[in-house]
């Protein structure tokens, strides 16, 4: 007797970390935000995996393999770089415009969030890892080693590796 399973998703990605750029297919178990979201699991299995050097200093030449384990916590940003994979996920409606600091990134966007998370605690009040932020901008704190593009209709970001956090000036004024 034999068992089959279900063909697992692939999910074609860029992923920031605080060294490297990692691009390839994202497998996960189940559904993505959800394993990435799981928080007794560290290792993520990316094919067709291409490593390339954050920082132009760097000594870290870059290279690619068949499949690597990358450590999703030290994510900043994961980007998933197909369309129908952006809408494909399950965002929460309510949207509020942020601006959040990584060691490595300033990311202004539209973060998506429950009806009553507060702006002040935002990334406390969810209960997942990795915040959806639509319309996002994304400017570096250190001179890259490859282009970095700035705009990105949807990123996910770790809030382990957020800094600080604030909402832009005007809103700050309306509250």
């Not at 920031?16 to 290792?43: A, C, N, Q, V």
């Not at 990316?46 to 068949?66: T, V």
């Not at 309510?94 to 990584?102: F, G, L």
């Not at 935002?122 to 700035?150: C, K």
């Amino acid at each position: 007797m034999s068992f089959s399973t279900a063909p697992r998703r692939l999910y074609p990605v860029r992923i920031y970390t605080t060294e490297m750029i990692l691009e390839g297919k994202l497998e996960p178990l189940g559904h993505l935000l959800d394993d990435l979201d799981d928080s007794d699991k560290t290792g993520m299995l990316i094919h067709d995996a291409r490593i390339h050097p954050l920082i132009a200093a760097s000594n870290l030449q870059p290279f690619a393999l068949k499949q690597v384990t990358a450590n999703k916590m030290d994510f900043h940003l994961l980007y998933l770089a197909d369309a129908d994979d952006r809408k494909d996920q399950t965002l929460m409606r309510r949207t509020a415009e942020m601006i959040v600091y990584t060691s490595r990134f300033v990311i202004r966007g539209n973060f998506h969030m429950g009806g009553e998370t507060r702006l002040r605690d935002f990334a406390d009040g969810l209960l997942g890892t990795f915040l959806p932020v639509s319309e996002a901008t994304i400017y570096a704190l250190f001179r890259p080693a490859i282009d970095i593009p700035s705009k990105y209709p949807l990123l996910l970001v770790n809030k382990h590796q957020i800094r600080l956090y604030h909402p832009p000036a005007k809103v700050q004024a309306e509250e």
